[in-house]
Structures are given as C-alpha cells and as structure tokens.
C-alpha cells in the first residue's frame, strides 16, 4: 500500500501574525534606547567640537592677557567664522550633530520656541542673508566661507540690546554706556557686554564670574532630549528646562538650560 506523505511547505497565518507581534513588542522596546543611545552619540559629538573651539579661542584670548575690546583687536574673533580657515579649517566643526537644520536656523532652531529665550526670535546666525549689508555693520566682518552655524556666539560683533540694568559696574553700580562701550564708537555690542559681565558680574552674580563657569559658546539643539531640571536663582523654584550645552572659557563643557546661570538642579 502507498501512503501519501504531505510535506508543509510555509506559516500558518495564525503563526505569521505571531511572530509580527513578536517583533513589533521588541522593535517597541528597543527604539526608544536606540533613540537615546544616538542622540547621546549626537550630544558628545557636539561637546567635542564646542570644547576644540572654546579652547582654541581661549589660547587666543590669553594671547592677548584677556583685554578684548570689541574691534579694537583683530586677533581675537569678531565672529566664530572668523576662525576658518586660520585656525579651523574643518567647516562641519561649525555645525551640532543634532541640529536637524545642518545649520541653516542658525543658533536658535525656529522648531521650538523654548530656544528662543528673548522672545524676538534673534538668532545671530551667521548664514543671514542681508549679513554682509546689515545696517549697523553688524555681520561686516563674517567670513563668507562659512555658510551654515549651528552655535551661538556670546563674544560675537552682534549688537546687544539687554545689558542695561543688568550688567554691573566696578563699583558694584549697574553699568553705564561709557563703561560698557569700550571701543567708543557709540554701538554695544555682545563681545562688550560679555568682557565687563565677566569682570563685574551682573544681577545673579555677587561678583566677576568663574571662567570656568562662563561661557563662550552655547548650542541650543539639543532640545529634543530628555528634559533637566534647574534652579530658578531668582525666585529658588525647581522649573524644568531644555539641554543647552556650553562651552565656558577654560574650555569645559558644560550643560544647563537656556539661562545659563540657573544651576542644574540635581
């Protein structure tokens, strides 16, 4: 007699169905650590390059016993295109790993409005338009060749509008334009206001600053991550914030949220 024997060739649909389930429960529990795993490779990434420029710009600084004048000094930097080529000739060192934009929204990401801590969406991007026409001449010094920056500059030529009562004096008064103005030619800029913040402090500070507390660039992209708590020193609240990495001027890296001066709170 002659038996037939079936032979099975493939999945039931009930066994199909199975194994989907199973991938989909691991594919659920696995993407938000490779998301967090690849947003902190992003995140180290950029503390590298902040801390290669804060570094370099800090060597250049000292060069010069730390007396920067805003445009009374060509050897320090007006711009943080100024470095390249001379002093970085990477251009992608410019840009943050996790600015979605690849530089081109500048310092502050227009996706969120959290990044925008003065409410006047000033971003200071180096990649403006009209930056080689601005009317104050407050881009004239850029260098072109640097087309996308994805970090804000606190040393920068950009014009800076909230130093008044803010700003201490040496006498421990807030500071007045002649104080601040350093060069005299009538414009405050940010490279002005930073040099005396530094010096004398300002409304959150009992004095000068801690270099290696003070920054001298900042990226804001990070805003995605996970979110950090900080300590309001005004008002000693617990607020939540986004990441902003900074580099201080020893060149250390350093996160809080977008007021710099508000301590993590741990």
């Known amino acids: 007699m002659k038996y037939n024997k079936t032979t099975r060739t493939g999945f039931t649909l ?57 445009r009374t000094d060509d050897r320090i930097y007006p711009w943080l295109s100024s470095m390249f080529p001379d002093d970085i000739g990477d251009p992608n060192l410019f840009v943050c790993p996790a600015d979605t934009s690849n530089g081109e929204d500048g310092s502050k990401p227009d996706s969120t409005q959290y ?19 601005d009317a104050n001449g407050d881009h004239a010094r850029r260098n072109p060749d640097i ?9 920068s030529d950009a014009s800076n509008s909230w130093w008044n009562n803010y700003v201490k004096a ?6 007045t334009i002649p104080q601040i103005d350093n060069n005299g030619d009538g414009r405050i800029t940010w490279a002005e206001v930073k040099v005396d913040q530094l010096a004398y402090g ?20 990070h805003y995605q991550d996970r979110q950090i708590t900080v300590r309001n020193v005004d008002t000693k609240d617990r607020e939540p914030a986004i990441r902003v990495l900074n580099a201080a001027m020893t060149g250390r890296v350093f996160m809080s949220g ?5 301590p993590l709170d741990q």
């Not at 990044?115 to 026409?133: K, L, W, Y």
């Not at 500070?205 to 660039?217: A, H, K, L, T």
């Open 14 to 70: 009930i066994e199909v169905i199975v194994v989907m389930a199973v991938m989909i429960l691991l594919i659920s529990l696995l993407f938000p650590a490779v998301t967090r795993a690849l947003a902190r490779a992003k995140q180290t990434k950029c503390e590298s390059q902040l801390g290669s420029i804060a570094k370099i710009w800090t060597i250049r600084y000292n060069e010069i016993d730390g007396s920067f004048r805003s």
């Open 202 to 221: 300002d409304t959150h500070s009992q004095g000068p600053y801690d270099p290696n507390e003070f920054p001298i660039i900042r990226c804001f992209h």
């Open 258 to 262: 977008p007021r710099w001066e508000y």
């Open 170 to 175: 040496p006498d421990g008064g807030f500071a």
């Open 147 to 155: 087309e996308r920056n994805s970090y804000m500059y606190e040393f």
């Open 115 to 133: 990044a925008d801590i003065t409410g006047d969406n000033d971003q200071f991007p180096e990649t403006d338009d009209n930056a080689s026409n």
